[in-house]
Antibody, heavy 125, light 107 residues
Framework: EVQLVESGGGLVPPGGSLRLSCAAP????????MIWIRQAPGKGLQWVAN????????YYVDSVKGRFTISRDNAKNSMYLQMNSLRAEDTAVYYC??????????????????WGQGTRVTVSS | AIQMTQSPSSLSASVGDRVTITCRAS??????LGWYQQKPGKAPKLLIY???YLHSGVPSRFSGSGSGTDFTLTISSLQPEDFGTYYC?????????FGQGTKVEIK
C-alpha cells in the first residue's frame, strides 16, 4: 500500500530541538512537492512548510520562519523537518503529505492526496 | 495571508439529509481550493480538488462548487460514515491556509 510514515516526534523542553522524518516506502518521493502540516490539540489544520522536488524552493508559514527548516534526501526517499527554538505553541501532531498534480482540461491543479499517520510533538518543561 | 472562513462551525444532520458547507476566502483564489475530511484520530483525506473535481475513490454524493471567493461542499445524501470534520484549503498562494473546520455529526 502506498503510504507515508512519519517519525521523530516526542517530548522536548521549550527552546529545544527535534528532527522529524517522513519516509515514502511505496512511491518515488522525488517526483513530488512535499508538505508538513500540523494540528494542535483540539484545533484545526495548519500548513507549515513545503519543498520542491529538487529542494530548490521552500516556503514556510510566518510563525516558524527562522526556526524550522524543511529538507529532503531523494536518495533516501525521505523528507525532514528540523525544528529549533521550540515553543509551547508548536505542540501538535505533525503530518507529512504529498502534493500531487492533477490535470483537468490541460490545466494543472495540486492537492494533498496522501498523508502520513502523524507524529506527536509536545513542547513542555 | 489569505483567510479562509467556513460556516457553519458544526452541524448535526440525519442520514439522508442534504448537507452544505461553505468556505469564503478573504480575496479571490480562482478555483484553487480543496476540501478534506478528517475523522477523529486520523489523518485528513482529500475529497475535492480545484473546487469541483472529485478525487478518485470518493463517493459521488460529495460535490464541490464555487470560484473566486465563495465555495461550497455538498453531501447530497448524508451517510453514517460521513461524520468528521471538513476543511477547505486554498492553494492559490503562500502560505497555504485552511478554514477552521466544520464538524459534522449524525443525529
Amino acid at each position: 500500500e502506498v503510504q507515508l510514515v512519519e517519525s521523530g516526534g516526542g517530548l522536548v523542553p521549550p527552546g529545544g530541538s527535534l528532527r522529524l522524518s517522513c519516509a515514502a516506502p511505496g512511491f518515488t518521493l522525488s517526483n513530488f512537492w512535499m508538505i508538513w502540516i500540523r494540528q494542535a490539540p483540539g484545533k484545526g489544520l495548519q500548513w507549515v512548510a513545503n519543498i520542491k522536488q529538487d529542494g530548490s524552493e521552500k516556503y514556510y508559514v510566518d510563525s516558524v520562519k527562522g526556526r524550522f527548516t524543511i529538507s529532503r534526501d531523494n536518495a533516501k526517499n525521505s523528507m525532514y523537518l528540523q525544528m529549533n527554538s521550540l515553543r509551547a505553541e508548536d505542540t501538535a501532531v505533525y503530518y507529512c503529505a504529498r502534493d500531487r498534480d492533477f490535470y483537468e482540461n490541460k490545466i494543472s491543479y495540486d492537492a494533498f492526496d496522501m498523508w502520513g499517520q502523524g507524529t506527536r510533538v509536545t513542547v513542555s518543561s | 495571508a489569505i483567510q479562509m472562513t467556513q460556516s457553519p462551525s458544526s452541524l448535526s444532520a440525519s442520514v439522508g439529509d442534504r448537507v452544505t458547507i461553505t468556505c469564503r476566502a478573504s480575496q479571490g483564489i480562482r478555483n484553487d481550493l480543496g476540501w478534506y475530511q478528517q475523522k477523529p484520530g486520523k489523518a485528513p483525506k482529500l475529497l475535492i480538488y480545484a473546487a469541483s473535481y472529485l478525487h478518485s475513490g470518493v463517493p459521488s454524493r460529495f460535490s464541490g462548487s464555487g470560484s473566486g471567493t465563495d465555495f461550497t461542499l455538498t453531501i447530497s445524501s448524508l451517510q453514517p460514515e460521513d461524520f468528521g470534520t471538513y476543511y477547505c484549503l486554498q492553494d492559490y498562494n503562500y502560505p497555504r491556509t485552511f478554514g477552521q473546520g466544520t464538524k459534522v455529526e449524525i443525529k
